[in-house]
């Protein structure tokens, strides 16, 4: 992991756990003296959120510590872990949200405040800009926790968006729809289970080095080829650790080459690699004899 993503990464989720702990305590409040349990687990769901990016932080920070005698391919798999304990917060979340949501619906109560809608379209806009924010600079880091983290503020900003059609409901309809909003609250706590498993499942693919990078292997081997004596390349493995990638490459050159010029090669190569695609972390060359 570069010292430049990792930096990012953390300037990042700093605006997330910032963001998130204002937000929680905008959405209790106005919950609680609105009226809106929708809001109020939507307090909830911050309120987890801040913590996951607590952890997110955690991880990042141990992730780009340096290869040593005992992880010579770095520490980047902490950040997949992180990611597993940040999805527990989640459904955690939405089993505390529907329990109380279910509850809520068996008991009659007042309607919500018309205000809380007010709120509701500044959270909305806020966090979808966040989600947009913190998710280009997952991509730009190649971060899994980072993406985890973006989709905190997406399903933040969706589960705003039950809540607020659902107390936009109970206001125009009145009398025997003053439970909308907790029904909003209820299908908002499955979106977020649902949500789990999109933010889990590329991180247990992380963890159990799945090669899905098309993209990354097309320029490699686009790379490769420009690199003098490397006639052609045959296998490519690539998997994902933290931030970084570790490469496996096999490359062929003319067999009739010493192996002092094959290993030259082969050192020009991961050279290439690792200038253009810095993103790159251990690159291992494997030398074929080739009789083109």
Known sequence: MSQEHAHTAEKTTWFSILGNLGLAAIKALTGFFGNSFALIADAIESAGDTCSSIL????????????DANHPY??????????????????????????????????????????????????????????????????????????????????????????????????IFGEGYESADDWAALFSSGFIIYNCYMIFRPALGEIMDESVYP??????????LTVDGVVATEKLFIRKTGMTFQVELHANVDGSKSVREGHDISHKLKDKLKEEIPELGNVVIHIEPSDM
């Open 215 to 224: 993209e990354l292997e097309e320029l490699i081997r686009k790379i490769s």
């Open 74 to 171: 770095g520490h980047g798999r902490a950040e997949p872990l992180v990611t597993f304990i940040v999805v527990g917060f989640l459904i955690i979340s939405a089993v505390v949200i529907a329990v109380q949501s279910i509850e809520n619906i068996r008991t009659p109560h007042e309607a919500p405040q018309a205000y809380t809608l007010w709120i509701l379209a500044v959270i909305i806009i806020w966090k979808e800009a966040s989600y947009r924010f913190v998710i280009k600079k997952s991509k730009e880091t190649n971060s899994s926790s980072l993406k985890a983290d973006a989709w905190h503020h997406r399903s933040d900003a969706i589960t705003s968006v039950t809540a607020f059609i659902g107390i936009s409901i109970a206001l």
């Open 56 to 67: 997110v932080l955690i991880g990042i920070r141990y992730a780009s510590k340096p290869p």
